[in-house]
């Protein structure tokens, strides 16, 4: 494991960027975009997951789009958890564990029920092919899910 101290590659391509721009922040301004930069990384390589379960289950496996869904959902789910934990967010090690865990799925499971809420709305009222009302979904619950980690999970300087 490494140092706090040390940087990683992605603090290091933003702060490189920021002085590519000569863009002068405040510390703790440049610490919110890196993890902003963090949170798109591991967002999206969740979002992929996320596509190509909801998109197996669907086409191969002829689970109701809903239903697939759903499971696609919690498959990134399990991956998100893991990655932020360990990568995004400073969570704080005085929490309990299985607190923190409890928190990062009520959260996720409200996500999931904004998600489905979405593409059901999306599906129905504007009859979207569902690979579009899940972008549209995923667009809205990226940012819910960004604001209640940060807010719940982050260990408070």
């Given at each position: ?11 290091l391509?933003?702060?490189?960027f ?17 993890q ?10 969740a ?31 399990v ?7 360990r990568?995004?967010?400073t969570v ?31 599906m ?34």
């Amino acid at each position: 494991m490494k140092n706090k101290k040390e940087k990683d590659i992605a603090e290091l391509f933003v702060l490189k960027f920021f002085k590519l721009f000569h863009i002068k922040l405040k510390k703790q301004t440049e610490k919110l975009f890196v993890q902003i930069f963090k949170f798109i990384i591991v967002g999206g390589v969740a979002t992929i997951i996320d596509f190509a379960s909801i998109f197996v289950f669907k086409e191969y496996l002829h689970i109701p789009v809903l239903i697939a869904n759903t499971l696609a959902f919690c498959i990134a789910t399990v991956y998100n958890y893991i990655a932020s934990i360990r990568w995004v967010f400073t969570v704080d090690e005085s929490k309990n564990k299985k607190k923190t865990f409890v928190t990062f799925v009520v959260f996720s499971a409200i996500g999931l029920v904004l998600n489905d809420l979405i593409m059901w709305l999306t599906m129905e009222l504007f009859n979207m092919y569902y690979i579009l009302a899940k972008i549209v979904a995923t667009c809205f619950v990226m940012v819910f899910n960004f604001i209640t980690r940060k807010l719940f999970l982050e260990e408070k300087n």
